[in-house]
């Protein structure tokens, strides 16, 4: 079992930034791949960014390119995303997730382990 806790979200006008972090425990962590997705009401869960486990590789969703960091710290159990240039369609909860045997960074039924989620409200 993995358990995944994620913290940082809030409010924040558009054009703000903000850093969400998710803290694993359990099995080893430097052995799980590692996404973000989010979901708003009424909406399907969407794929935000992955990782690898080594780090050495990432992906992102087209509506965060360029705009969105995802990166992990094994050492601390802990991956992060670095939201910037914020807007009011990015609000939604982020739930970060692991999965073991890699299938797919993009499709959330790939994921193992999730967290309960943060909320992120961008106001206009």
């Known amino acids: 079992q993995v358990q995944l806790v994620e913290s940082g979200g809030g409010l924040v006008q558009a054009g703000g930034s903000l850093r969400l972090s998710c803290a694993a425990s359990?099995?080893?962590?430097?052995?799980?791949?590692m996404g973000w997705f989010r979901q708003a009401p009424g909406q399907e869960r969407e794929f935000v960014a992955g990782i690898s486990n080594s780090g050495r590789t990432t992906y992102y969703g087209d509506s965060v390119k360029a705009r969105f960091t995802i990166s992990r710290d094994n050492a601390k159990n802990t991956v992060y995303l670095q939201m910037t240039s914020l807007k009011p369609e990015d609000t939604a909860v982020y739930l970060c997730?692991?999965?073991?045997?890699?299938?797919?960074?993009?499709?959330?039924?790939?994921?193992?382990?999730w967290g309960q989620g943060t909320q992120v409200t961008v106001s206009s």
């Open positions: 997730a692991a999965q073991g045997p890699i299938r797919s960074y993009t499709n959330y039924r790939s994921y193992d382990y």
């Open positions: 359990g099995r080893t962590f430097s052995n799980y791949a």
